[in-house]
């Protein structure tokens, strides 16, 4: 090829190659959204599913106390995070291979719309509603009960559940008497709880139980009184491996890990929540069990370790090595 040509070729080969990454890079809609937000892992014999409710946003510097807004707002800003925090709300599925458990149920429609997606992760994950045996409810707010009853008030969304609660919890929340007593502010929470556990109790489905103990083999009851009058976490251990579900012991990761003194409007009695998160620290920071939280970043399972007056907290490793889904 004369010499002339090939300098007339490199320029338009050139240009060609210019028109295609520009056709390539085009710009087009943006999907937007994430994958189903659900994530397994294994515990001993058992199988972990954390199911992601969706995320609300919380003024977390006005929501806690024993701290001021301006320390808060530095302590999230240590995780370049600012308020108000977009705040996840969680909860787990566990099969113990012979009994499906579901811990907390999310909102449903009781605490805005951004939540609500418990169930439809359950599907995605593999399950469905109909197989839980189960339901455990740490505490009667409407981020952990509202999930189990559907729009109309009317129709169980697990159907084949037994809803298992602490006596105490269901004693206070459950009352009207107590609710008459309470202040405004807190007469929601009361609604609530009584919608969502309504269908359960004319069915019969509803079991409390007032003392630490097995509720099924490998899972028992644990009382940690003090976010309200009956909060539970639980326990669940198999084969020499353990995880506790903490429900709300706490709620801002990048606060109440480096100061686990600091609280939150929302518990009855500050004093008694403070002790019950301070201990639970320290008991999985010393033994090194898993811990499973509602409000800490989805899916909301890690471990903790002593840094300095506080924790640091340690996310769990990420594993793609599951038993496949379904019961």
């Known amino acids: 090829m004369p010499f002339a040509h090939r300098l007339f070729k490199a320029p338009l080969a050139a240009l060609a190659l210019f028109a295609a990454a520009t056709l390539a890079h085009a710009a087009g809609p943006m999907p937007r959204g994430q994958a189903p937000g659900w994530y397994r892992m294994p515990l001993g014999s058992f199988e972990i599913t954390a199911l992601s409710d969706g995320t609300v946003d919380l ?3 006005q929501l806690l106390t024993g701290t001021t807004p301006a320390k808060v707002k ?3 800003a240590r995780s370049y995070l600012k308020p108000p925090l977009e705040t ?3 909860g787990f599925l566990v099969n113990t291979g012979s009994t499906l458990v579901l811990v907390d149920s999310g909102a449903a429609g009781l605490f805005g719309p951004t939540l609500g997606k418990l169930v439809a992760n359950l599907r995605a994950s593999g399950y469905t509603p109909e197989q839980v045996d189960e339901v455990y409810i740490t505490h009667l707010h409407a ?3 509202g999930g189990i009853t ?3 008030g009317k129709t169980m969304v697990f159907p084949n559940a037994v809803i298992r609660l602490h006596a105490k919890e269901a004693a206070f929340w459950l009352d009207p008497a107590q609710m008459d007593k309470a202040p405004e502010a807190m007469k929601d929470f009361f609604k609530g709880a009584m919608a969502s556990m309504k269908p359960y109790q004319d069915a019969g489905r509803v079991k409390t139980f007032d003392a630490d103990g097995e509720l ?4 028992r009851a644990m009382s940690t009184t003090g976010h309200t009058p009956g909060h539970a976490a ?3 251990e198999s084969n020499g491996a353990k995880m506790v579900m903490w429900g709300d012991l706490m709620h801002v990761a990048a606060v109440q890990f480096p100061d686990p003194s600091v609280t939150i409007q929302f518990d009855v009695t500050t004093k008694a929540a403070r002790a019950q998160r301070v201990k639970a620290y320290a008991d999985a920071a010393k033994k090194g069990y898993f811990v499973a939280v509602a409000h800490v970043p989805f899916p909301g399972i890690g471990q903790l ?11 769990a490793n990420y594993t793609a090595n599951n038993p496949p889904a379904g019961k």
């Open 74 to 76: 530095a302590a999230l």
């Open 305 to 315: 370790r002593p840094d300095g007056k506080g924790y640091r907290w340690l996310p």
């Open 234 to 236: 639980y326990v669940v």
């Open 143 to 145: 981020d952990h009960v």
């Open 59 to 61: 003024p977390v510097d």
């Open 150 to 152: 559907a729009a109309d």
């Open 88 to 90: 996840s709300v969680n």
């Open 216 to 219: 099924v083999p490998g899972i």
